[in-house]
C-alpha cells in the first residue's frame, strides 16, 4: 500500500506551465495505490490523506479476504450484462423470446445505459412501483426477474460487492395462484357436447391425455399407438410474432402418456370421420432458430365455408373465442356474449378456472386421485424433475403399471356418463362408443 502527494508531483513537472507552482490546494491531491489481483497497479485520487489511507487499507485488506472488486468493473453498462445473461439462460425459445420482450419493454428504458454500480435498491424499488401502477402483477414478475438476474451475473463477475434487486427493501412481486376446483367429469362431457362435431373430440383428448392447448392442436395420426395403448407428444403449434410454427413441447423435450381404450375409440372415429391430410409448418428449434420445416398428418383443422381458414391448422385465440366460450356459454358457466363500445360481440369470464387448461387439471387429479404415482404423473404431464428430491428425481420410475394405472384412472372416470333419469353413473361397455352412448340420452 502506497499513498502519493499529487501536489508534490505537479510541483516538480509543472512550473513552468502553472505559475501558481501547483494548481489548486483543494483538489484531490492524494493518490491510493494499490496492486489488483492481475498484478496492476491500481489508483483513486483523494483530497485528504487519511482518506486515501483508509482507501487503500480496504481494497488491500478484501484483497486478502477475496472479496476485492475493481473500483472500474461497475462503470460496464448494465445493457451489456443484461444482453449477457439473456444470452446465457438455458430455456426454452418462447420462453426466450418472453424474457427479451420484457427486457426491451421493461428493464431497458430503465436501466441499459446506466453503470451497474450506479443502480441503487431506492431505484429499483421506485421502478417496481411505477410498473405496479400501468401493468399486471405477471409483467411486473418477469421483468423483475430479468433485471434482479442480470444483476446477480455482474455481482458473480466482481462487477459490483451486492445486488440491489435483492435488498430487503424491495417486495418481490409474485403473481397471486386463486385456488382452484377439478372439473367434475360430467362438466367435462357437458361442455364437450356443445362443441361443434369437428372439434368434439378436442376436449376429450386435453382432457385424456393432460395436454396444454397447443399440444392438442398438433396431434397428428402418426403420434398414436393404439397396439400399445400409448400417444407421443412430439410439438405443438405455437405463434412467434406473425410466424406461427411447430416446436418441441413446453420443456424442450417429447414424451409418452397413456391411451386409454375410451380415449382411443374417440381418436379413432375422428380419424375415420375426417381422414388427417399432411400439414407443414416451419420447425422452431430450442435456440429459437426457425429452419426447415416439420410435416405431419394433424388430426385437427378448422371446417367451414371460409376459404381463409378452412384446412389451416387450429389458432388457440381463435378457438378461444369461437368454439371454446361459446361452449362455455350454452353450458351457463359464462354469460352469453354482449356488445362492446365497438359494436363487437364478446364473452366475459371464462378465466384461467375456466379455460382449456382446466382440462390439463381435471387429468392430473384424476390421476392423483387413483393412486397413479407422482412421478407418473409428472412424467405424463411433462414437468420436470430436476431439482426435486432424490426419491423422486432418481428413483420415482414409470414402468407399464404406472401406464396401465393411468389408462384405467382416464376410462374409470371420464368415460362414463349420467344418462337422464339414471340416478348411478352408466360406464361404457366393450363394444360401445362415448358417442353412441350420447346419442341415447
Same mark, same amino acid.
Given at each position: ?172 412481486? !409474485? ?154 356459454? !350454452? ?109 341415447? !340420452?
Amino acid at each position: 500500500m502506497r499513498v502519493r502527494d499529487l501536489w508534490l508531483d505537479s510541483q516538480r513537472r509543472k512550473t513552468a506551465r502553472h505559475p501558481d507552482r501547483g494548481g489548486n490546494r483543494d483538489a484531490c491531491r492524494w493518490l491510493a495505490c494499490w496492486t489488483g489481483p492481475d498484478g496492476r497497479e491500481k489508483t483513486r485520487a483523494f483530497q485528504t490523506k487519511d482518506a486515501a489511507t483508509r482507501y487503500a487499507r480496504r481494497m488491500e485488506s478484501d484483497l486478502e479476504r477475496g472479496e476485492y472488486i475493481d473500483p472500474d468493473s461497475g462503470k460496464v453498462l448494465f445493457g451489456s450484462i443484461a444482453s449477457r445473461w439473456l444470452e446465457l439462460r438455458q430455456v426454452g425459445a418462447s420462453t426466450r423470446r418472453h424474457y427479451e420482450s420484457a427486457y426491451r419493454l421493461y428493464v431497458a428504458p430503465a436501466f441499459a445505459n446506466r453503470q451497474v454500480k450506479s443502480v441503487r435498491p431506492s431505484e429499483v424499488l421506485a421502478w417496481l412501483q411505477e410498473l405496479a401502477a400501468s401493468y399486471s402483477t405477471s409483467t411486473q414478475e418477469t421483468a423483475y426477474m430479468v433485471l434482479a438476474g442480470a444483476l446477480d451475473l455482474a455481482v458473480a463477475d466482481g462487477l459490483r460487492r451486492d445486488n440491489p434487486a435483492r435488498s430487503s427493501i424491495i417486495p418481490k412481486p !409474485r403473481v397471486k395462484t386463486a385456488p382452484r376446483e377439478a372439473w367434475p367429469s360430467s362438466r367435462v362431457w357437458l361442455v364437450t357436447d356443445e362443441h361443434p362435431e369437428p372439434y368434439r373430440a378436442i376436449p376429450a383428448c386435453a382432457a385424456g391425455l393432460g395436454l396444454r392447448q397447443g399440444c392438442v392442436f398438433a396431434l397428428a395420426e402418426e403420434d398414436f399407438d393404439f397396439g400399445a395403448g400409448k400417444v407421443i407428444i412430439r410439438r405443438q403449434v405455437t405463434r412467434v410474432g406473425s410466424q406461427f410454427v411447430f416446436k418441441l413441447p413446453k420443456g424442450g423435450k417429447e414424451r409418452t402418456v397413456p391411451l386409454s381404450p375410451g380415449l382411443a375409440r374417440i381418436a379413432a372415429a375422428q380419424i375415420e370421420a375426417y381422414p388427417p391430410q399432411l400439414y407443414t409448418l416451419p420447425w422452431m428449434g430450442e435456440d429459437g432458430r426457425v429452419s426447415g420445416a416439420c410435416a405431419c398428418r394433424l388430426l385437427y383443422r378448422w371446417h367451414g365455408d371460409d376459404p381463409r381458414t378452412h384446412g389451416k391448422h387450429i389458432v388457440a385465440s381463435s378457438f378461444d373465442q369461437f368454439v371454446w366460450k361459446p361452449a362455455l356459454s !350454452r353450458t351457463g358457466i359464462i354469460p352469453p356474449p354482449a356488445k362492446d363500445k365497438r359494436g363487437i360481440h364478446r364473452y366475459k369470464g371464462g378465466d384461467r378456472r375456466d379455460g382449456m387448461h382446466a382440462l390439463r387439471h381435471f387429468y392430473s387429479t384424476t390421476l392423483l386421485d387413483a393412486g397413479v404415482s407422482l412421478a407418473g404423473v409428472m412424467e405424463f404431464m411433462g414437468h420436470s424433475r430436476e431439482g426435486k428430491p432424490i426419491t423422486l428425481g432418481t428413483y420415482g420410475h414409470v414402468t407399464e403399471e404406472t401406464f396401465e394405472q393411468a389408462r384405467r384412472a382416464i376410462d374409470k372416470t371420464l368415460f362414463r356418463l349420467h344418462v337422464a333419469g339414471a340416478s348411478e353413473p352408466v360406464k361404457m361397455t366393450a363394444d360401445g362408443t362415448v358417442a353412441e352412448l350420447r346419442r341415447g !340420452r
